[in-house]
C-alpha cells in the first residue's frame, strides 16, 4: 500500500496569494465543509453523497453492550452501521493511537474515554441523517450499557498534586525531569549527563539504573527551600481545560474507489504528513482486500491552534469510506467538536522559588501535572516542553523541575497552541511577581531584569557561552530575555501604573485599576526539525512553490511567497500541503543510507510549533539559491556568450527577477528558463534541511559549480512528478551539533522572548475584570510580514485573555453533544476592541538569530510566544489593582473570578 497527499485544495497554484481571501468573500469553496463530492467531477468523483454520523459512548464506568436500532424511529435509522465486529484483525488494527486505544469500542468494554466512538452510522440522504443527529443530540438512542461496574474513585487534580508532590502517582503516566546545578563547573544536567527517564517510585533511573547523583541533588534542593526561609515563595496555581474554538469544526469527504483501490480523502489537517500513514496502519495496510493506496487532499484548515494536530477525526472518515458505496461527507457540528475534539491540558503547579537578600535567584524547585486523556495525543511532547519552560527565561543556578501527564477517561487533549508552557508560565511569572513584591520589596520588572537569562556574546557567566537553559543547554542562539524586561520597564504604562491606580481609586466608582507585567521564553521548532521544499520555474518567468505546510491564519503561503520573491525577485506562487515529491525524495535518501548514518531525520513534520519563519523560509531560500547558482547564472554566462562574470558578479547584478549588468541588456528570468530548456537543463530543485541545535550543512558540485548551503540534500528536475536522484555531497556531509556531552539530543535550543504589561480595571458591582491595555513585547527579528505579524500579536492576546478570563469547558463535555458556544464563554467584540494596544519589537543584532559563523537568519517563530504571558500578565495586574496587601491578591485559578479575590469591602484594599 502506498500514500501521497497533493497541495491544498481551494487554491489553484497559478492564481495570486490573494486568492484565498477572494474565494471566502465571494463564497467560493475554500474549507473542507464546503466541498461536495459533485466539486470534485473533474478529478473521476461520483456526485453521490452519503453522510457519516458518530455515536459515541456517554460512560466510562459501564460497559458498552452493543446497537440496539429498534430504539430508533424507523425513518431515521441508518443504512449501514460499521462497528468494531466490522475490523477483524487482520487486517485491520482497530487502532487510533500510539497507546492502542481502540478507534471503535467492542461491545463488552468499558470506553477508554468520554465521547469514544462505538460506530458509524451511515445514510444515504441527508434529510434523514440531519434529523437523526438531531434526535441522538437529545437521547442516548440506540446506544446500550450494561449497569454500572465501576466507580470514579473522586480524586481531583488538587489530590492528583498533592501526591505528586510527594512522588507518588497512580495510573498510566508520562513523566520527565530536569535537575541542574550549574553553581560549579561540573554540575549537574541533561547536557553534560543525559536524560532522566523516570522515577520508580524509588529512585530517579537514567540508562536503566538509579541515579543517585540526581537523587542527592532533589534533596539537597528540597533542603534549601527551609533555609532563608523569608526569602522563598511557595506557589501552587490550576488552570482549566480549554478547547481550540477554531473557526471551521473537522469536516472532510471520502471515497473509496474500488476500480483502482484508492482511498480518496479530502478534509482540513495540520498533519497530512502522517494522516496518510497512520490510515493506512488502521486499515492493515497491504493485507487489506480493497484499499491499495490513500490519496489525501488538504483544504484550508479554518483555525488550527493544535487542535488538528493527530487528531482520530481522519480515521474515522477513512472508515467511513471504506464501508459506503458511494463518497462519504463527514462532518462535526459545533456541539460535535465540543464533545470529540482535541482540548488543551488542564494542569496543576505547586513551585517553590529562593532569592539571595540581594535579589538574585538560586534555587527553584517545581511540580507539574498534567491531566491527559488516554489517546495520548502527544501527551509526552506537551509534557516534556511544559517541564523545560518551568523556570521561565531565568537564570536559576540550581533547579529541581518534575511532570507527569496522568492519562484519564476524559475526552482527548492535544498540543494546543503553547504546547504546555501557558500552564506553567502562570506559575511561575505569578511566583516572581509576590517574591519581588512581597518578599524584596522591589519592582517586579527590575528583579526579572537582574535574573533574565542572556545567551552567548551577553550573558556574564563568565564561560563565553551564555547562560544555560533548565536543561544545561547553553544558549548559543540569540534570544531578547533582557531586552524584553529593559523595554517594559521603560513603558510609560510601567512607570505611571501607581498613579493610574490612585487615580481610579479617587474616583470613588468603586473601579480598582492596576497594571502588571510576565515574560516568557519560548521554544520554537521540535528540537529535531526535518524540513523539505521546492520550487520550479515557469516559462512565464514566475516561480511555483512547494511547502510541507499547512496555512491555518498564520499567513504561511504569503511568508513562502514573499521568501521566494525575495531571493528570485519574480511573483511566486505556493501550494502547501504537499508530501508525495517529498516523500519520493526522502524514499530516495532513505535508500543512499547517507543521513542515517549521520542520525539525520528525514521525517516530516506538522505545521504547528511555529515553525514557517525560520524553518520553513530557511530551506526554501536555500533551494532558490542552488536553483540560482547551479543554473540560472550558468545559463546567463550562456546568453551573454562571455564565460568571465563570475558568480559574485552575477549575483550582485540580479535584480527584480533579471540579470542586470552595466551596459548590458536585461537578462530576464523568463529568457534564463527558455535557455535551459533548450540545453536540457533542469527548472526545479528539491531541497532538504534539518535543524537541531544548528543546521545541517553540504556542499555540491554540478557541472563544474560548487556550492555550499545550509541544508543536507538537493536535487534537480523538471517537474514536481519526477522522481531525480539527489546530488551527491562534494565532501563530507556535515550534521548539526544536535547532542551535549551527556549524549543526548538537545531538548531544545531556539528561544523566542516576549512580554505583556496588561492594565485591568476591576469592577465589583458589576462583577467583571476588563482588560484596557496591552503592550506586546516580542523577539520576533525582522517581521517577515508585518500585517501577518500583528495578526498573530492581536491572536495571541485575544488567546491569552480569553484562557485568563472567560474559557471554561462544562463538567459534562465528551457525555454527549450538549456543549455549544452559548455555554463556552469566549470573549466578545466589546471585550478585545475597546483594548489600547502596542507592539514593540526587539531588534535582533547584526549577526541574526544564530549569530557569528552560522547562516543569517533574522526571522523567529512566534505564533504561540504571543499569547504565553498574557494571562500571567493579567493575574499580577489584578495583584497591583488590590495593593499586594497579601499573597491573596494573586489568583491562583484561570478563569480568574472576582469571587475568588480578596476584594475590599470600600475603597482601595
Same mark, same amino acid.
Given at each position: 500500500?502506498?500514500?501521497?497527499?497533493?497541495?491544498?485544495?481551494?487554491?489553484?497554484?497559478?492564481?495570486?496569494?490573494?486568492?484565498?481571501?477572494?474565494?471566502?468573500?465571494?463564497?467560493?469553496?475554500?474549507?473542507?465543509?464546503?466541498?461536495?463530492?459533485?466539486?470534485?467531477?473533474?478529478?473521476?468523483?461520483?456526485?453521490?453523497?452519503?453522510?457519516?454520523?458518530?455515536?459515541?459512548?456517554?460512560?466510562?464506568?459501564?460497559?458498552?453492550?452493543?446497537?440496539?436500532?429498534?430504539?430508533?424511529?424507523?425513518?431515521?435509522?441508518?443504512?449501514?452501521?460499521?462497528?468494531?465486529?466490522?475490523?477483524?484483525?487482520?487486517?485491520?488494527?482497530?487502532?487510533?493511537?500510539?497507546?492502542?486505544?481502540?478507534?471503535?469500542?467492542?461491545?463488552?468494554?468499558?470506553?477508554?474515554?468520554?465521547?469514544?466512538?462505538?460506530?458509524?452510522?451511515?445514510?444515504?440522504?441527508?434529510?434523514?441523517?440531519?434529523?437523526?443527529?438531531?434526535?441522538?443530540?437529545?437521547?442516548?438512542?440506540?446506544?446500550?450499557?450494561?449497569?454500572?461496574?465501576?466507580?470514579?474513585?473522586?480524586?481531583?487534580?488538587?489530590?492528583?498534586?498533592?501526591?505528586?508532590?510527594?512522588?507518588?502517582?497512580?495510573?498510566?503516566?508520562?513523566?520527565?525531569?530536569?535537575?541542574?546545578?550549574?553553581?560549579?563547573?561540573?554540575?549537574?544536567?541533561?547536557?553534560?549527563?543525559?536524560?532522566?527517564?523516570?522515577?520508580?517510585?524509588?529512585?530517579?533511573?537514567?540508562?536503566?539504573?538509579?541515579?543517585?547523583?540526581?537523587?542527592?541533588?532533589?534533596?539537597?534542593?528540597?533542603?534549601?527551600?527551609?533555609?532563608?526561609?523569608?526569602?522563598?515563595?511557595?506557589?501552587?496555581?490550576?488552570?482549566?481545560?480549554?478547547?481550540?474554538?477554531?473557526?471551521?469544526?473537522?469536516?472532510?469527504?471520502?471515497?473509496?474507489?474500488?476500480?483502482?483501490?484508492?482511498?480518496?480523502?479530502?478534509?482540513?489537517?495540520?498533519?497530512?504528513?502522517?494522516?496518510?500513514?497512520?490510515?493506512?496502519?488502521?486499515?492493515?495496510?497491504?493485507?487489506?482486500?480493497?484499499?491499495?493506496?490513500?490519496?489525501?487532499?488538504?483544504?484550508?484548515?479554518?483555525?488550527?491552534?493544535?487542535?488538528?494536530?493527530?487528531?482520530?477525526?481522519?480515521?474515522?472518515?477513512?472508515?467511513?469510506?471504506?464501508?459506503?458505496?458511494?463518497?462519504?461527507?463527514?462532518?462535526?457540528?459545533?456541539?460535535?467538536?465540543?464533545?470529540?475534539?482535541?482540548?488543551?491540558?488542564?494542569?496543576?503547579?505547586?513551585?517553590?522559588?529562593?532569592?539571595?537578600?540581594?535579589?538574585?535567584?538560586?534555587?527553584?524547585?517545581?511540580?507539574?501535572?498534567?491531566?491527559?486523556?488516554?489517546?495520548?495525543?502527544?501527551?509526552?511532547?506537551?509534557?516534556?516542553?511544559?517541564?523545560?519552560?518551568?523556570?521561565?527565561?531565568?537564570?536559576?543556578?540550581?533547579?529541581?523541575?518534575?511532570?507527569?501527564?496522568?492519562?484519564?477517561?476524559?475526552?482527548?487533549?492535544?498540543?494546543?497552541?503553547?504546547?504546555?508552557?501557558?500552564?506553567?508560565?502562570?506559575?511561575?511569572?505569578?511566583?516572581?511577581?509576590?517574591? !519581588? *513584591?512581597? @518578599? #524584596?520589596?522591589?519592582?517586579?520588572?527590575?528583579? &526579572?531584569? +537582574?535574573?533574565? %537569562? $542572556?545567551? =552567548? /556574546?551577553?550573558?556574564?557567566?563568565?564561560?563565553?557561552?551564555?547562560?544555560?537553559?533548565?536543561?544545561?543547554?547553553?544558549?548559543?542562539?540569540?534570544?531578547?530575555?533582557?531586552?524584553?524586561?529593559?523595554?517594559?520597564?521603560?513603558?510609560?504604562?510601567?512607570?505611571?501604573?501607581?498613579?493610574?491606580?490612585?487615580?481610579?481609586?479617587?474616583?470613588?466608582?468603586?473601579?480598582?485599576?492596576?497594571?502588571?507585567?510576565?515574560?516568557?521564553?519560548?521554544?520554537?521548532?521540535?528540537?529535531?526539525?526535518?524540513?523539505?521544499?521546492?520550487?520550479?520555474?515557469?516559462?512565464?518567468?514566475?516561480?511555483?512553490?512547494?511547502?510541507?505546510?499547512?496555512?491555518?491564519?498564520?499567513?504561511?503561503?504569503?511568508?513562502?511567497?514573499?521568501?521566494?520573491?525575495?531571493?528570485?525577485?519574480?511573483? !511566486? *506562487?505556493? @501550494? #502547501?500541503?504537499?508530501?508525495?515529491?517529498?516523500? &519520493?525524495? +526522502?524514499?530516495? %535518501? $532513505?535508500? =543512499? /543510507?547517507?543521513?542515517?548514518?549521520?542520525?539525520?531525520?528525514?521525517?516530516?513534520?506538522?505545521?504547528?510549533?511555529?515553525?514557517?519563519?525560520?524553518?520553513?523560509?530557511?530551506?526554501?531560500?536555500?533551494?532558490?539559491?542552488?536553483?540560482?547558482?547551479?543554473?540560472?547564472?550558468?545559463?546567463?554566462?550562456?546568453?551573454?556568450?562571455?564565460?568571465?562574470?563570475?558568480?559574485?558578479?552575477?549575483?550582485?547584478?540580479?535584480?527584480?527577477?533579471?540579470?542586470?549588468?552595466?551596459?548590458?541588456?536585461?537578462?530576464?528570468?523568463?529568457?534564463?528558463?527558455?535557455?535551459?530548456?533548450?540545453?536540457?537543463?533542469?527548472?526545479?530543485?528539491?531541497?532538504?534541511?534539518?535543524?537541531?541545535?544548528?543546521?545541517?550543512?553540504?556542499?555540491?558540485?554540478?557541472?563544474?559549480?560548487?556550492?555550499?548551503?545550509?541544508?543536507?540534500?538537493?536535487?534537480?528536475?523538471?517537474?514536481?512528478?519526477?522522481?531525480?536522484?539527489?546530488?551527491?555531497?562534494?565532501?563530507?556531509?556535515?550534521?548539526?551539533?544536535?547532542?551535549?556531552?551527556?549524549?543526548?539530543?538537545?531538548?531544545?535550543?531556539?528561544?523566542?522572548?516576549?512580554?505583556?504589561?496588561?492594565?485591568?480595571?476591576?469592577?465589583?458591582?458589576?462583577?467583571?475584570?476588563?482588560?484596557?491595555?496591552?503592550?506586546?513585547?516580542?523577539?520576533?527579528?525582522?517581521?517577515?510580514?508585518?500585517?501577518?505579524?500583528?495578526?498573530?500579536?492581536?491572536?495571541?492576546?485575544?488567546?491569552?485573555?480569553?484562557?485568563?478570563?472567560?474559557?471554561?469547558?462544562?463538567?459534562?463535555?465528551?457525555?454527549?453533544?450538549?456543549?455549544?458556544?452559548?455555554?463556552?464563554?469566549?470573549?466578545?467584540?466589546?471585550?478585545?476592541?475597546?483594548?489600547?494596544?502596542?507592539?514593540?519589537?526587539?531588534?535582533?543584532?547584526?549577526?541574526?538569530?544564530?549569530?557569528?559563523?552560522?547562516?543569517?537568519?533574522?526571522?523567529?517563530?512566534?505564533?504561540?510566544?504571543?499569547?504565553?504571558?498574557?494571562?500571567?500578565?493579567?493575574?499580577?495586574?489584578?495583584?497591583?489593582?488590590?495593593?499586594?496587601?497579601?499573597?491573596?491578591?494573586?489568583?491562583?485559578?484561570?478563569?480568574?473570578?472576582?469571587?475568588?479575590?480578596?476584594?475590599?469591602?470600600?475603597?482601595?484594599?
Amino acid at each position: 500500500m502506498s500514500g501521497d497527499t497533493d497541495g491544498v485544495r481551494g487554491v489553484d497554484a497559478t492564481e495570486d496569494a490573494d486568492a484565498v481571501r477572494r474565494l471566502k468573500v465571494t463564497g467560493g469553496k475554500v474549507y473542507a465543509s464546503d466541498f461536495r463530492p459533485r466539486d470534485l467531477a473533474a478529478e473521476g468523483w461520483p456526485a453521490e453523497c452519503a453522510h457519516a454520523l458518530l455515536l459515541r459512548s456517554r460512560y466510562v464506568d459501564r460497559p458498552f453492550t452493543g446497537l440496539d436500532l429498534d430504539l430508533l424511529p424507523e425513518h431515521l435509522r441508518p443504512d449501514t452501521v460499521v462497528t468494531a465486529d466490522d475490523l477483524p484483525d487482520p487486517p485491520y488494527s482497530n487502532r487510533v493511537s500510539t497507546d492502542q486505544v481502540q478507534a471503535l469500542l467492542p461491545r463488552g468494554e468499558r470506553a477508554d474515554y468520554l465521547g469514544q466512538p462505538v460506530a458509524v452510522a451511515l445514510y444515504g440522504d441527508f434529510v434523514r441523517f440531519r434529523r437523526s443527529a438531531q434526535e441522538l443530540r437529545e437521547d442516548p438512542g440506540p446506544v446500550v450499557y450494561a449497569p454500572p461496574d465501576a466507580r470514579d474513585d473522586g480524586r481531583t487534580i488538587e489530590d492528583e498534586l498533592q501526591d505528586w508532590t510527594r512522588r507518588r502517582f497512580s495510573g498510566t503516566h508520562r513523566q520527565t525531569h530536569y535537575l541542574l546545578d550549574h553553581t560549579t563547573p561540573t554540575g549537574y544536567s541533561s547536557w553534560n549527563r543525559g536524560r532522566i527517564q523516570t522515577f520508580d517510585g524509588t529512585s530517579f533511573i537514567r540508562d536503566g539504573r538509579p541515579d543517585t547523583e540526581a537523587e542527592d541533588l532533589f534533596r539537597a534542593i528540597e533542603a534549601q527551600m527551609t533555609d532563608g526561609a523569608e526569602h522563598v515563595v511557595e506557589t501552587t496555581t490550576f488552570t482549566q481545560q480549554t478547547d481550540p474554538a477554531f473557526l471551521e469544526p473537522e469536516a472532510g469527504l471520502a471515497w473509496l474507489d474500488r476500480g483502482t483501490g484508492v482511498l480518496h480523502m479530502l478534509l482540513g489537517t495540520q498533519s497530512p504528513h502522517s494522516d496518510v500513514p497512520d490510515i493506512l496502519e488502521l486499515l492493515g495496510g497491504s493485507a487489506h482486500p480493497t484499499v491499495r493506496s490513500v490519496r489525501l487532499t488538504a483544504t484550508e484548515c479554518g483555525g488550527g491552534f493544535g487542535g488538528r494536530d493527530k487528531s482520530p477525526f481522519p480515521f474515522y472518515l477513512a472508515l467511513a469510506a471504506v464501508f459506503s458505496p458511494v463518497p462519504v461527507r463527514l462532518a462535526y457540528d459545533r456541539r460535535e467538536q465540543f464533545q470529540g475534539g482535541l482540548k488543551r491540558h488542564e494542569s496543576a503547579v505547586r513551585s517553590w522559588v529562593r532569592a539571595t537578600p540581594d535579589g538574585r535567584i538560586d534555587a527553584m524547585r517545581s511540580f507539574i501535572v498534567l491531566r491527559g486523556g488516554v489517546e495520548a495525543n502527544l501527551n509526552g511532547a506537551v509534557l516534556g516542553l511544559a517541564a523545560l519552560h518551568a523556570t521561565g527565561p531565568y537564570r536559576v543556578p540550581r533547579a529541581s523541575v518534575h511532570a507527569i501527564v496522568l492519562e484519564r477517561a476524559i475526552p482527548p487533549v492535544g498540543s494546543m497552541r503553547g504546547f504546555g508552557i501557558p500552564q506553567v508560565a502562570f506559575n511561575v511569572e505569578t511566583a516572581l511577581d509576590r517574591l !519581588a *513584591v512581597r @518578599r #524584596l520589596r522591589t519592582d517586579p520588572i527590575r528583579f &526579572r531584569l +537582574a535574573n533574565a %537569562l $542572556r545567551p =552567548r /556574546g551577553e550573558g556574564d557567566s563568565g564561560d563565553g557561552d551564555g547562560d544555560v537553559d533548565l536543561a544545561g543547554t547553553p544558549l548559543r542562539f540569540h534570544v531578547a530575555n533582557a531586552g524584553v524586561c529593559a523595554a517594559a520597564l521603560e513603558h510609560p504604562l510601567w512607570r505611571e501604573r501607581d498613579e493610574a491606580r490612585d487615580r481610579a481609586a479617587r474616583r470613588g466608582e468603586g473601579v480598582l485599576r492596576g497594571v502588571g507585567f510576565a515574560s516568557c521564553m519560548e521554544a520554537y521548532g521540535t528540537s529535531q526539525d526535518s524540513v523539505y521544499s521546492a520550487v520550479r520555474l515557469t516559462d512565464d518567468g514566475r516561480a511555483e512553490v512547494w511547502g510541507q505546510t499547512i496555512d491555518m491564519g498564520q499567513s504561511a503561503r504569503l511568508a513562502l511567497e514573499h521568501a521566494a520573491r525575495g531571493v528570485l525577485g519574480v511573483p !511566486a *506562487v505556493a @501550494r #502547501l500541503g504537499v508530501v508525495g515529491p517529498f516523500e &519520493r525524495f +526522502a524514499r530516495r %535518501l $532513505r535508500d =543512499r /543510507g547517507l543521513h542515517a548514518s549521520l542520525k539525520i531525520s528525514l521525517s516530516h513534520g506538522a505545521s504547528s510549533a511555529s515553525k514557517t519563519a525560520f524553518f520553513h523560509v530557511h530551506v526554501l531560500r536555500e533551494a532558490c539559491l542552488a536553483l540560482l547558482r547551479l543554473r540560472l547564472l550558468p545559463a546567463a554566462r550562456g546568453l551573454l556568450g562571455d564565460p568571465g562574470p563570475s558568480d559574485e558578479d552575477l549575483l550582485a547584478a540580479w535584480r527584480e527577477g533579471a540579470v542586470r549588468l552595466e551596459g548590458r541588456d536585461p537578462i530576464p528570468l523568463s529568457a534564463l528558463v527558455r535557455e535551459l530548456r533548450r540545453t536540457g537543463r533542469e527548472t526545479y530543485v528539491l531541497a532538504h534541511g534539518y535543524f537541531c541545535n544548528g543546521w545541517s550543512r553540504a556542499t555540491f558540485r554540478v557541472d563544474g559549480v560548487e556550492h555550499t548551503a545550509s541544508v543536507d540534500a538537493l536535487a534537480l528536475g523538471q517537474d514536481p512528478q519526477d522522481d531525480p536522484a539527489p546530488l551527491e555531497p562534494h565532501g563530507p556531509l556535515r550534521p548539526p551539533p544536535a547532542r551535549g556531552p551527556g549524549g543526548t539530543i538537545v531538548p531544545r535550543s531556539l528561544y523566542a522572548a516576549a512580554g505583556h504589561l496588561i492594565g485591568v480595571e476591576l469592577a465589583p458591582h458589576r462583577g467583571t475584570v476588563r482588560v484596557t491595555d496591552a503592550v506586546t513585547f516580542l523577539d520576533a527579528g525582522d517581521a517577515l510580514l508585518p500585517s501577518a505579524l500583528e495578526g498573530q500579536v492581536e491572536g495571541g492576546l485575544a488567546m491569552g485573555i480569553s484562557h485568563a478570563l472567560h474559557e471554561e469547558l462544562p463538567e459534562e463535555t465528551g457525555v454527549g453533544p450538549f456543549v455549544n458556544l452559548d455555554r463556552y464563554r469566549l470573549p466578545r467584540y466589546a471585550d478585545i476592541t475597546g483594548i489600547r494596544r502596542e507592539t514593540v519589537l526587539l531588534p535582533l543584532p547584526e549577526a541574526g538569530v544564530l549569530g557569528p559563523g552560522e547562516p543569517v537568519m533574522r526571522h523567529k517563530g512566534i505564533g504561540e510566544a504571543t499569547m504565553t504571558s498574557v494571562g500571567p500578565a493579567v493575574a499580577n495586574a489584578v495583584a497591583h489593582a488590590l495593593g499586594h496587601t497579601d499573597d491573596r491578591c494573586w489568583p491562583t485559578r484561570t478563569p480568574i473570578r472576582l469571587a475568588d479575590l480578596p476584594l475590599p469591602t470600600h475603597g482601595r484594599p
